[in-house]
């Protein structure tokens, strides 16, 4: 999986550093509406992926197997 | 639509400012709605782990060898500019040869060999008689001492102007170099 680098960033700043909004306004030099915007999509586009990869999974899962 | 709302609430949980009822809101949906459990459930194991995540720290070093590589890259790049400038310097080297050759070195030995010495066999064969040795000497000396003058002044020329040119290009080149670090700044 490969977010673009954009939307990395942001979750990366906010979830992994514990970083608050304003710390990261100050790093990216964004405005805070894009900031939440950015996160929002990351999210978002993380929890797509993520769904789309467990149906994969399950797609070739072998029921009943082991 | 009651999902997307949930979906609303559950950005607001993991931007951590969500209220007490809200939180419930999302509990009590997701008792009810087995893709929304799933949903936040992959979303918060994602962000937990992402959370736990080790800090890496850059080794020592780190940004000046990157920015090292990309100097080292982009001194041989071919960018657009960079190839103009010196398609350009040729091109003007070459005119600049053309001129040189076709006003400068071409008259130099137009005037001062074939026409002067043409003009040497014809009056020494007018004279050939009374004063041979004489006009040979008269002529030559004539010659050297027109060469010599055309010379000076021709070599005065010269210099200058590639005295101009090779400024000129110095000026475009420090010019580029220094626009070049205003924009790397």
Not at chain 2, 89 to 106: E, H, R, T
Not at chain 2, 125 to 135: D, M, P, Y
Not at chain 2, 143 to 152: A, P, Q
Request: include cysteine; glycine fraction near 4%.
């Amino acid at each position: 999986m490969k977010l673009p680098d954009k939307y990395r960033e942001f979750l990366i700043l906010f979830h992994h550093r514990n970083l608050s909004y304003q710390e990261i306004m100050d790093i990216t030099g964004e405005s805070l509406t894009i900031v939440k915007n950015r996160l929002y999509r990351a999210r978002q586009m993380l929890k797509e992926e993520l769904i789309s990869r467990e149906k994969e999974r399950e797609k070739y899962a072998v029921p009943g197997n082991k | 639509m009651q999902c997307q709302e949930i979906n609303n609430l559950v950005m607001k949980y993991f931007d951590g400012n969500i209220s007490e009822l809200e939180r419930e809101m999302i509990i009590k949906h997701n008792e009810k709605c087995n893709r929304c459990a799933e949903e936040f459930g992959l979303l918060r194991n994602a962000i937990d782990t992402l959370e736990e995540l080790p800090e890496i720290e850059v080794p020592a070093g780190f940004e000046s060898r990157v920015m090292q590589g990309i100097l080292s890259r982009r001194a041989y790049s071919t960018n657009p500019k960079i190839v103009a400038f010196w398609l350009l310097s040729v091109l003007g080297l070459m005119v600049f040869g053309w001129n040189m050759a076709a006003y400068v070195i071409m008259p130099l030995i137009r005037e001062s060999g074939i026409i002067i010495a043409a003009n040497n066999v014809l009056l020494y064969g007018f004279n050939v008689v009374s004063g041979i040795l004489r006009e040979i000497v008269i002529t030559a000396s004539m010659l050297l001492g027109k060469i010599l003058v055309m010379r000076n002044v021709l070599l005065r020329d010269y210099i200058t102007s590639v005295t101009l040119i090779v400024l000129a290009f110095m000026a475009i080149n420090v010019f580029l170099a220094y626009r070049r670090k205003l924009q790397e700044n």
